[in-house]
Structures are given as C-alpha cells and as structure tokens.
C-alpha cells in the first residue's frame, strides 16, 4: 500500500506537470502572452504536487504504527499493561507485532491475539486511508496548479524559488546529519552516565564490560574504565604508522623528485588500489595471512606471539594507510613553489640534498597534516582490528600482545542482542562518543595546519 | 682566480662522490618503499586468490537412486524417508558387509541438502516413485575438501577430519567415475547456509543491491542538490560556511560511528526493522552525501566562466545556466565521483554489522525492507566460521566484491576518459 501510495504521488505529479504544459501551450495558442514558457509552468505544477505530498507520505510512515501501537496500549491493552515496567510493555508490544507479522510461537493468550488483529485493521486502514489522501491532496494541488495558468504568473520565478529552497534544503541534510550524531552519541552517553559514574568511565583502569543481562547469569563484575581500550587503539595506531609513515614518505619523495613521467604514471594508480581495497578484505588477509606468518616467525625466533598480535592488525592497517601518505606527502612537495627548488638547484646542491634540505623542510606542515588525517583514520578503523586484534582490554604497550580497541569493543557490545537500557549497550555509545571526539579534534587540527600552509605559498 | 676559489672546487671534488652515494642511497630507499607496497598489493591478491579459487568448483557426486515407494508415500508428500532412500542407494555402490555405524558414517559424503534436493524432484515429478533417477547433488564439506587436496592423506588418522575409510570409500567412487567438479553456481545462485557446500551469496548479492539502490538514491539528488547550491548560489556567509565546514568533517567521521547513528536514530527512535537494506543504504548514503558533494563541486568549477558569461549574455536566468548548461557539461565528472563514492559504500562494513545486517538468513530479501545481509557482512560471517570450506568461500566471495568494485572503478575511469573535456 505504500508502495502504491509512492506510485501515485509520482504519477499525479507527472500528470499535473503535463496537464499544465498543456493548457500553457493552448493559452498561447489563443495568442495570450505568458510571462514564462510553457515547461515552467508545467514544472510549478510538478513541485507543488510532488512536494508536500512526498513529505506528507514520509511523515505518515514514521508516525502510522507509534500511533497505532499508543492507542491500542491505551485501549485494548490498558488493563494488561497497567502493572508492567517499561521493559516488559516493550516486550508485550514487540509479541504482538510478531503476532500481527504472522510468526507466533507457542499459544498467546486471547487478548494478545485480538491486540495482533486490531494491530493489523488498525494498519490496514491507515494505509488505504494514506493512499485516499494522497489522492484527494494531490487531485486539489494539480487543480490549485491548474487555476494559475495566467497571463499575470511568474512561473518561472517561481519554479526557481521552490528550486532554491530544494538546494538549501539538501546542503541543511549536512548539518542534520552532524546533529544526529551529536544528539544520538550524547543522549546515550548520559543515559551511560546515569548508570556507570562518569569518573569510572573517563579514569578506570579496567575493562569488562560483559555485565550479566539477567539475574542469574554468572558474568563479570562489570567495569567500564576506557583507558586500557584506548591505549590498545593508540599501540596499534604507532604499528600502523610505524610501517606507513617511512614507506609512504619515501615513496613519494621518489615519485615527486626521482620517477621519470612513465613510473609516475602506473605506480601512482596502482598505489592508490591499496587505497580502494575495502577494509574488511584488509581484515581477511590479516587473519589468513599476515598473523600466521608472525606467529610462525616468532616461533622460529622463539618470542611468544600471541594469537591477536597487534602488530599483525596494525602492520596491515599501515600498508592501508601507505597511499593515503603517500598522496598527502606528494600533495606537500608538489605545493612547494618551483623557485625553491631551482633556487637549490642553481646553488649547486644535488636533487637529494634539494629534496631534503629544501623541499621537504619546506612541506613538512603539509606532511604533518596528512600524517595526522591517516592518525584520526587508523584510531577510527573498524573491520581490520574487528577481525584481526583481540577481544580483551589489557593495559599493555608490547604490540606483540594482544590489545582490544575502541571501535573493536564498540562493534562486539552491538553485535546480537540491543537493549537500549543496559550499560553495556551504552558503553558503546559513550565509546562512540570518545571516538567521535577524539577524531574530530585531530581532524580540525590536521585540516587547519593544511590549509594554513596552502594559504602561505598560494 | 682567488685561493679560496680553488679550495671550493676541490672541496666540491672530495665530496662529490659522498653527495652523489648519497642520492643513490635516498633513490634505493625510495624504490624499496615503493617496490614494498606493490609486493603486499601482489601478496593480498595472491593469496585471496590461492584462497578463493578452490570456492570455484564444488565436489558434486552422480548416482542412481531407487526411489523406494516403501519409504516415500505418494499421500504424504512433501514428507517421506528422502534420507533413507539416498543412503540405501548410496550404500549399493560399496562392496562388502557394513556395520549400522560404519553406514552412517559413509553416508555422510552427502551434503545435507541432498535429502531435500530429492524431495523437491519428487515433489514435482510424482511419478518417479519407483523408478530409478540419477541424481547429481555437492558432497559435503569435508569431502569436497578431500578432492580439492585440501585434506593432506599423509597427516596421521587422529589429525584429520576424514578417517582412512572415508577417504578409501570416496576414492573407489571416484574410480567409478561419480565424483565431478562443476562449476559452482550454488555460489552465486544459492542463500546462505549453515552447511558450507550449500552456501551461497545470492542474499548478500540481493541485499547489496537493495542497499547500495537506496543509497543512491538519498544521496545522488541531495548531494548534487547540495554542491550545486554551495558552488554557484552560496554567498560566502556564515552559514553557507558551517555547511561547508559540516561537510568535510564528515568526509572524516569514522564509518563505525555512522552506523551507532543508524543504530540510535533509524532504528531506536523511528523505529525502522533491524538488519534491513532500507536502514543500511540510509547510513550509506550520508557517508556517500560527502564524497558525492565534494566530486561534484570540483566537476562544476571545472566547467569556465565563459560557458556561463555566455549563457547569462543571452538572456538566460542564474537556474537555467546552472542546469541548462553548467551541469550538463559536468555530469561526467559527477557520475565518475558518484560511481566512486557508491563503489566506497559497497565495501563498507561497519556500519552494516551495526545495524545488525550481519544476521543468519537463508533466504534472499523481496524487499528493502526484509531482514537480508549484504556482500561485505556475508564475507564477515563466513571468515568467522570455524568449518574450513567457509575461509574459501570467504575467499570466493572477497573476489566477488573486488569484481564489482574493479568493475565500477574501470566503468568511473571509462566515462572520465570519453566524457572528459579540456577546455
């Protein structure tokens, strides 16, 4: 039925934007001058139809069934509901939706069945009486098109009024999207915070975040101190940088300085494919490839390599993060202006003490952006260090151990069971919220030191 | 000519050699870093490849099966013995008395999707009951191992997942000529499965689609929308500035942390269904919005003034230039940015896991709102699994999506180069 409902509005749109087109073109004929050609008016008919019944559609889809679902609570249900906490009218409500979507399991009582068919009716109607709407609102708007097809209406500077709003309103999307970041992370961090003190969180020392569910499981303590999580993402973030920082400078001062135009042109792409290859297939290679080779090795060598090594997580995430500053570097030198060289050059001074004393002096804030942007990338890195570093928050520096991460522990805590009234549900939005903090902090700071730069030779 | 100048060049002389050793060390330095980075692109694709390209072919065995009117009754269909009829024609073909366990044990060559591949024969065709049929059905995992020599028959008995009989018993069937190694359509064609000979990603692929659909959607139009406005309409302001600033910090937000928004906003308060491609392609198109917005406003400056000064000395309004003139000459750019932006959502993981798209289904999404998992998070599930024919499925599958990302990638670069203009 909504599916149904989507199909008319855009039917009824087309149609107003033709019948508009063409009573343009026959008020024209009859030799009455408009003021804007005929596709604009047919095109003010198309807006004025497809808009406000679009939204009117999307807003009855978000609030139909929280509607439905609070009436039937408050009639049908009253009496069942009355002495029940939260949880379990979620879980009444939740049995009575399967029941209405056709999977019941065992025997519910009668009054849940009759909720379940009420539910549905109640759905049924909602949709047939969406899809009378959209007709009737829609029919009225091409009329209402219709009437001002006249000699005296500025279709077109209407048309491009509404368009002007339409792009404001698609850049607004940005800021909403921030918004809903921000608000999400921060309702469910304090609701985090009203549950586990915010001291223990920011300064605890410990880790174990699995807290029984239910009574009388056998479970942990329970401690949330994010500071053994962070500093594993920090030992896998110097892995990561250790390996990318000295090939991809290196590979860009050779390709910048060194490389003849025809190495240029294949290496750089194919460096870059080390850029597109998805995370999680970087995540594969490390549990197949990169942590049996660093047990085996330590083996022969006799150093005790655990089965999550660090460096295994963090070594592939550097050979990610080779091209990104690699490119940022190449970016860098390239900025420097040509004077500078040549003035080197003309001193005397080889390519390599031009590239190292000169050019690369000379880039380094750029450089230092970049490696800062692949920092904020490596620290929020998810699938590599989900499927290739461990599970269990130890205070340790040796990447040879095996540490846990911020985005590891947040994807553990949220895979299977959601209950948005649990800590340990919670713990991964406080996270969410340190990870987001964390890395817009280095983003601005790494974005402000690139652009200063740009601005200084520009 | 002065001393000092003598003493220059001969200074230039001495450390000539040591200046130019010098060069040579930082140029090697340079070609090992970069000769580095091709060597691990060389050893991922090699070993994803040894990996996944035994996940091509999948062990299928040929016999003849008696369909046993005792143990199938026409009444009953759909239900009947099915497995009672396989293993009994099965056990025709070996030689020599066999205890009850023994027989069990043999039987297990069968995948356990064979019993319900008959049923659905019978079921179609009734009239095969008691007649003789060849079947061709996949052996199970450990078996198709075997004959891919996955299993090494020189580890001792107690060390391998087959024991001396089994793999005696499957060789005198591969004498026999029942053993064949077929292409494995199953992989494409079949939903996930519990049993690795079975599973397929025909609901990853399905849910992909349906995700990557819905990206597009939401963030073509509003991305181009948006860089439109911020490119050609936008008076430098503050607030056409915070849009911008907005804009490239979310280009940087970790995707993880998109996908706890999905999580809290999407499905904790409008209340949308877990694990569907309808949430997954929203939460891909605001991290896509970015990418496209950004690749958009470089195609628009990229189109010259003089386009525009043209269009507006005709007569044209500042709308009608822009989408009159300016955007068609820089759609190829922008479908590049798009394809590109759309390729980077296909591979993204962590958000998808987040919303719970990581779920066991064995049946593919209808629509966009079924419970379904997509290409990336199938390829999570399988690495995951302890059975040893899911790593190169994993494999398989990985190659799956770097065809499709190589392919989007080739089709980005074809249009930029023949839609491409220099002005």
């Known amino acids: 039925m909504t599916t149904l409902a989507f199909v008319l509005v855009i039917v009824f749109a087309s149609a107003g934007c033709f019948i508009n087109h063409r009573s343009a073109v026959s008020v024209r004929n009859r030799g009455i001058k408009l003021t804007s050609i005929s596709l604009y008016h047919g095109l003010f008919s198309l807006f004025l139809v497809f808009i406000p019944v679009l939204l009117l559609i999307l807003v009855w889809i978000v609030l139909q069934n929280p509607l439905i679902e609070l009436y039937i609570s408050q009639t049908l249900l009253q009496e069942h509901l009355l002495n029940t906490s939260k949880g379990e009218k979620d879980l009444i409500l939740a049995e009575i939706r399967s029941i209405a979507g056709d999977r019941i399991f065992g025997e519910p009582e009668t009054w849940k ?43 077109r500077q209407n048309v491009e009024r509404i368009v002007s709003w339409l792009m404001i309103a698609c850049s607004v999307v940005a800021i909403f999207t921030t918004i809903g970041i921000i608000a999400s992370l921060v309702v469910e961090t304090s609701r985090f915070f009203s549950l586990v003190p915010i001291t223990d969180f920011l300064f605890g020392l410990n880790w174990e975040p699995q807290i029984p569910i239910r009574e009388d499981q056998v479970a942990a303590e329970g401690a949330f101190g994010w500071i053994p ?3 594993g993402t920090l030992v896998i973030t110097a892995v990561a940088l250790f390996i990318s920082v000295p090939i991809g400078l290196m590979s860009a001062v050779y390709l910048n300085e060194f490389a003849n135009s025809k190495i240029r042109a294949v290496s750089k792409p194919i460096l870059e494919i080390l850029a597109g290859v998805p995370t999680i297939v970087y995540g594969f290679f490390a549990i197949l490839v990169v942590t049996p080779a660093f047990r085996s090795f330590g083996n022969t060598i006799g150093v005790d390599v655990a089965p999550n090594t660090a460096l295994a997580a963090g070594g592939v995430m550097g050979i990610m993060l080779i091209p990104f500053i690699s490119s940022f570097t190449d970016d860098a030198l390239s900025a420097v202006p040509k004077s500078l060289r040549d003035g080197s050059l003309a001193l005397g001074a080889t390519p390599s003490e031009t590239m190292l004393k000169v050019l690369f002096p000379a880039a380094i804030p750029g450089i230092v952006g970049g490696i800062l942007l692949a920092v904020s990338r490596a620290i929020g890195e998810t699938m590599i260090v989900v499927m290739a570093a461990g599970l269990i928050a130890k205070l340790t520096l040796n990447p040879l151990d095996s540490v846990t991460t911020v985005t590891v522990q947040i994807v553990t805590l949220l895979i299977g069971d959601t209950s948005f009234d649990n800590p340990k549900t919670l713990a991964a939005f406080a996270l969410g919220m340190m990870l987001f903090l964390v890395t817009l902090v280095i983003n601005i700071f790494a974005l402000r030191i690139v652009q200063k730069y740009r601005e200084i030779y520009d | 000519m002065n001393i000092d100048n003598i003493n220059t060049i001969e200074l230039v002389k001495r450390t000539l050699p040591r200046r130019n050793r010098n060069q040579v060390i930082l140029k090697g330095l340079g070609v090992t870093a970069i000769i580095f980075a091709f060597m691990m692109l060389v050893i991922l694709i090699v070993s994803l490849v040894s990996s996944g ?30 497995r009672g009829v396989l293993q009994d024609s099965l056990l025709a073909y070996y030689e020599g008395g066999l205890a009850n366990r023994e027989k069990q044990q043999l039987v297990k060559i069968l995948s356990n999707g064979a019993q319900f591949e008959l049923r659905d024969k019978v079921v179609a065709n009734p009239q095969i009951i008691g007649e003789k049929i060849t079947l061709i059905v996949p052996t199970s995992d450990p078996y198709d191992q075997l004959s891919k020599d996955l299993i090494d028959r020189d580890t001792p008995e107690e060390f391998r997942r087959l024991n001396n009989d089994e793999i005696q018993w499957f060789d005198s069937l591969a004498e026999k000529g029942m053993i064949s190694k077929p292409f494995n359509w199953g992989l494409i064609l079949n939903a996930d499965s519990r049993f690795p000979e079975l599973a397929g990603l025909k609901g990853a692929l399905i849910g992909s689609f349906w995700a990557l659909l819905v990206c597009f959607i939401i963030s073509f139009p509003l991305g181009i929308g948006a860089a439109i406005y911020l490119e050609e309409f936008a008076t430098k302001n503050r607030f056409s500035n915070l849009i911008e600033v907005n804009i490239n910090n979310l280009a940087a937000v970790p995707s993880v942390v998109f996908g706890l928004l999905a999580l809290a906003v999407f499905i904790g308060w409008f209340g949308l269904p877990r694990s569907a491609p309808l949430v997954g392609g929203m939460a891909l198109a605001l991290m896509t919005m970015p990418t496209i917005i950004i690749a958009t406003r470089a195609a628009l400056k990229a189109v010259p003034p003089s386009i525009r000064e043209a269009a507006l000395g005709v007569g044209a309004s500042q709308q009608q230039v822009v989408f009159g003139h ?18 980077q959502a296909l591979g993204e993981t962590a958000p998808l896991l987040l919303i719970g798209m990581n779920a066991f289904i064995t049946s593919a999404p209808g629509t966009p709102l079924d419970s379904s998992t997509a290409l990336p998070t199938q390829i999570f599930i399988w690495s995951d699994s302890p059975e040893r024919g899911f790593v190169s499925r994993a494999s398989a599958a990985i190659l799956v999506l770097l065809g499709f990302l190589l392919t989007m990638n080739a089709l980005a670069v074809y249009l930029r180069n023949k839609f491409e203009r220099t002005w």
Request: zero cysteines; hydrophobic letters at 55%.
């Open chain 2, 53 to 82: 390209y035994k996940a091509i072919t999948q062990t299928h065995i040929e016999f003849t099966v008696f369909v046993d009117p005792n143990k199938i009754n026409l009444e009953k269909l759909p239900r009947g013995n099915f």
């Open chain 1, 229 to 231: 999580v962070f500093v």
């Open chain 1, 113 to 155: 069945l009759n909720a379940a068919a009420a539910l549905v009716g109640f759905q049924e109607n909602a949709s047939r009486f969406l899809v009378v709407t959209v007709t009737i609102l829609s029919l009225a708007l091409i009329i209402v098109a219709r009437s001002r097809v006249k000699e005296k209406f500025k279709a």
């Open chain 2, 326 to 343: 300016v955007l068609p000459l820089a759609m190829p750019g922008i479908l590049t940015g798009t394809i590109i932006g759309l390729a």
